[in-house]
């Protein structure tokens, strides 16, 4: 399987749903006036809760409860945009990790909801302390407003694994985003890292800094296609 071929989490999980529980729910949403990336209101929409039940085992705590509905709410909001992915190559992924941190960024541009599905094995992050790291597959991002970013990362992604892990992050771009260690902003922390052309994302700011240096890359891509291909956009 080559990072052109690789699945995402919308198409893993939503693939033979979307259009109909998908619909449903912005049917239900544009009827009752609710704002559809309000994820308050999206909780308490009967067709999101119906969709959220099929998905979440009964007796799932509570946390994972919020996980599925924040991934289901990024999904849809991913859906609703036109289903945008845009999978970068090694090059421009290299090129936007190493990037400056205090370059300006704005999402005026891109589309309001994509998914950026990022080289494999390429950025890692320890998702709990003490855990094994897991590699990112990609970010949901929306950005409703000007330097309003809210991300969620998709990581353990693995066609032997049952499932993958969340991440959300949600704010402003900071102005300048240091490490308290010193080290480069996506320097890996694992050993060898360096030497093995990894890099790492360490805490929520990492992750809308991530989703801010991208998206140049993706209102430049976007640009060329009226449509979001359905095999999504590739960024070499």
Do not use: C
Request: charged fraction near 20%; hydrophobic fraction near 45%.
């Amino acid at each position: 399987m080559t990072d052109r071929t690789r699945p995402t989490p919308f198409e893993l999980v939503f693939a033979d749903l979307a259009q109909e529980r998908f619909g449903a729910i912005r049917d239900s949403l544009v009827a009752a006036k609710l704002d559809a990336a309000d994820l308050d209101a999206f909780a308490l929409d009967r067709q999101a809760v119906l969709l959220l039940r099929d998905l979440v085992p009964d007796d799932a705590p509570e946390e994972a409860v919020r996980e599925h509905l924040s991934f289901l709410h990024h999904a849809f909001l991913n859906w609703q945009a036109g289903g945008w992915t845009f999978r970068l190559g090694r090059r421009p992924a290299i090129e936007l990790l190493n990037a400056p941190s205090a370059q300006e960024g704005t999402a005026a541009a891109t589309p309001q909801a994509y998914y950026i599905q990022f080289p494999a094995r390429m950025v890692w992050a320890e998702l709990a302390e003490g855990q094994p790291h897991e590699p990112l597959d990609g970010l949901f991002v929306h950005s409703p407003a000007a330097n309003r970013w809210q991300v969620m990362g998709i990581f353990g992604l693995h066609p032997d694994r049952a499932g993958f892990s969340v991440v959300t992050a949600s704010g402003a771009r900071l102005a300048r985003l240091e490490r308290e260690d010193g080290s480069p902003v996506f320097a890996s922390v694992l050993p060898g890292g360096a030497t093995a052309e990894i890099y790492s994302v360490v805490g929520p700011e990492e992750m809308i800094e991530l989703a801010a240096r991208a998206a140049p890359l993706v209102a430049r891509a976007a640009s060329q296609h009226r449509t979001a291909p359905p095999e999504g956009i590739f960024v070499e």
